[in-house]
């Protein structure tokens, strides 16, 4: 059976404005752990570490260049995939999901359609701190500790947060909560909604790694405390037996049952594969970092090695008419159906 060795970086589990930790982000690979090793001592020959890890290797200088071209040799001989999320985007996603997407709903509007929910938390990522400064930050903040509270103190200080700017400035993103939609309170208040980012992340990397397989394929993951989470979403996910397709973007599709099988804990001192991906995912991130800081990618940056098909994202993006085009036919509402139903079904 195939296995792709998977790991994580970023994962702050609810809380999304962690200021130390802005990035979340995984990556999977599909090598062999003789591979990997041989990949680590042609690239770190005088390694003398019990594993490699990309936060400490960014420290020296003299390791941009091997680390550049260990990226460089992944991603151009094995399959490989990385998804990075800008985390506040994710939480404006988030609050468009649950405190805004109930009230158009009940109007007959389908807001998942062609990405609309992108296109509009990319309007408010940009659009909601020039309106309110740092009030903006407040509904945020205040919109996930109602999140996780679940209480109806935490919802009405949400609720007061928002009526407490000049709300009318962007009504189609504030208005729900600003006129007590019931429908957007329950489902902040709903038990089985959270602003925990991993599923997002790991169903995008799994729609890639689904095709990278022809057959029956298992992930590998660190035992870390962080990827307990993943592991509890991969297994849901592997759970889903119910016949079903869904198209996500012009480049992104999701079948089920799936083909992977199993999903397997291990020492990552032990598994050169996943120290491989720990590389990939920390890369990606501080490329990201450094783009959105410098405004271009540096001559080491790895984010010049990905193909297309090979790096997924959730960061703002103001080409509505190119989001548009990219989610055209996005089956998005309906994949969220299917899976809260089949999680309905794993909790019984």
Known sequence: MSIFSMDESGYTGHDLLQKSQPWQGASAVNISHDDAAYLIRQHFPKLKAPELKFSSLKRRDGNQKPLYALQQDLLANFPCVTCIADKRFILILMFIEYAVEPFYYELGE???????NFSMASMAYY???????RDFDAILQAFQNAMHQKTNTAVNALIDCVQAVNWQLLPE????LALKHPDCIDAVINSETSTDAAFMILQSLISRTELMCDGPYSIEHDRSDNLLRYSEFLSMLIECKTPARFKLSEIANIEFPLK??????VDSKFSPSVQLCDVLVGGAISGARQLVQDKSLSFYSPLKLYRDEQFIHFLPDIDFE???KFRHGGQGSDFIDFIAEQFHKSVK
């Open 110 to 116: 389908n807001l998942y359609e062609d990405g609309g």
């Open 127 to 133: 659009v909601g701190q020039g309106y309110f400064g």
């Open 173 to 176: 993103v504030l208005g729900p």
């Open 260 to 265: 992977l099988e199993e999903v397997i804990q």
């Open 322 to 324: 190119g989001q548009k």
